[in-house]
């Protein structure tokens, strides 16, 4: 006698089986796919005068460190790194709240929200500010000042904040906005970058002091756009960097990059690539190393 029941339960489960093969399949194929584009991408944006870095995470965060001037360029070039369906940056970050930096954040949030927004602690001291401080409220729902020993995650990758230390930093009475940039190091697995902002060479030797060998970076963002009072040759011994990213404008009216800063970071060694002679510079770091993907 039959039991067709019990037959049909055996073709159900068959076909079951098979389709649990299936998406073991495809769960190792895309796992393997996964691993294959498991990398760190870093974009040094071509925004002109300022700097203007991407940082995105092999799971897909993207962290925005500076948004150029208020000019709109930095819309045009998050549009050729972002698909046009993203409508949020996970994490904003505006190292310090000069207009080459934190500007171009006024065009970013009439665009784009900000899941989560980070920056220091003068940021009332500027004007750039004030006209930020509404669309931080509507379009950047969570927002902290961070300091030095704050850490940032994004995914596998890890944010170490090292400057500024806050209140007790600020030089009496004179707010120098440079002074108090956040200092990023950011590493997934054993590569890394750094990003100072404007920081000068004064805070840079302190970093130097305090943090020796753990600065050393794969990757560095030349200071204060190549300016002569940034890239010491102290934290430039500590960092030994492989690449060095130099963001600025051509023929901006600072006159930089300055012959004597980029003659500090030649002598590193490091190859240099600047974005106002390139346009946006791309990196792709795996665990182990990090590699120019212009
Ligand atoms: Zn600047
Ligand atoms: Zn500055």
Not at 59 to 67: C, F, I, K, Q, W
Request: with cysteine.
């Amino acid at each position: 006698m039959f039991h067709f029941g019990k037959i049909i339960r055996k073709v159900g489960l068959v076909r079951l089986m098979t389709l649990l093969a299936f998406i073991v399949f495809i769960f190792a194929a895309v796992s393997w796919w996964g691993g294959i584009r498991g990398v760190m991408k870093i974009t040094f944006l071509d925004i002109g005068q300022g700097d203007a870095v991407l940082v995105t995470a092999p799971g897909g965060v993207r962290m925005l460190y500076d948004a150029g001037q208020k000019d709109g360029s930095i819309l045009s070039r998050l549009g050729e790194e972002l698909p046009w369906y993203v409508d949020t940056i996970d994490i904003c970050v505006a190292s310090h709240p000069d207009d080459d930096h934190a500007g171009g954040f006024i065009n970013v949030l009439s665009r784009y929200h900000c899941r989560i927004w980070l920056d220091g602690h003068i940021n009332n001291h500027t004007g750039v500010f004030h006209e930020l401080e509404d669309l931080i409220q509507k379009h950047a729902p969570k927002r902290a000042s961070i300091l030095r020993g704050s850490e940032i995650y994004l995914g596998d990758v890890y944010a170490h904040v090292l400057h500024p230390k806050g209140k007790e930093s600020l030089a009496w009475r004179s707010i120098v906005t440079n002074a108090e940039s956040i200092v990023l190091k950011i590493s997934y697995g054993s590569s890394s970058l750094l990003l100072s902002g404007d920081l000068p060479i004064d805070q840079e030797n302190e970093l130097a002091r305090g943090y020796g060998t753990n600065l050393e970076s794969d990757i560095f963002k030349a200071g204060h756009h190549g300016s002569k009072t940034s890239s010491g040759a102290s934290l430039l011994s500590h960092v030994k960097p492989s690449f060095v990213a130099v963001s600025y404008g051509s023929r901006n009216r600072y006159g930089h990059p300055s012959r004597e800063a980029m003659d500090r970071l030649k002598s590193t060694g490091a190859e240099i690539h600047e974005t106002a002679r390139e346009g946006s510079i791309h990196f792709v770091c795996t665990r182990e190393r990090c590699f120019l993907d212009n």
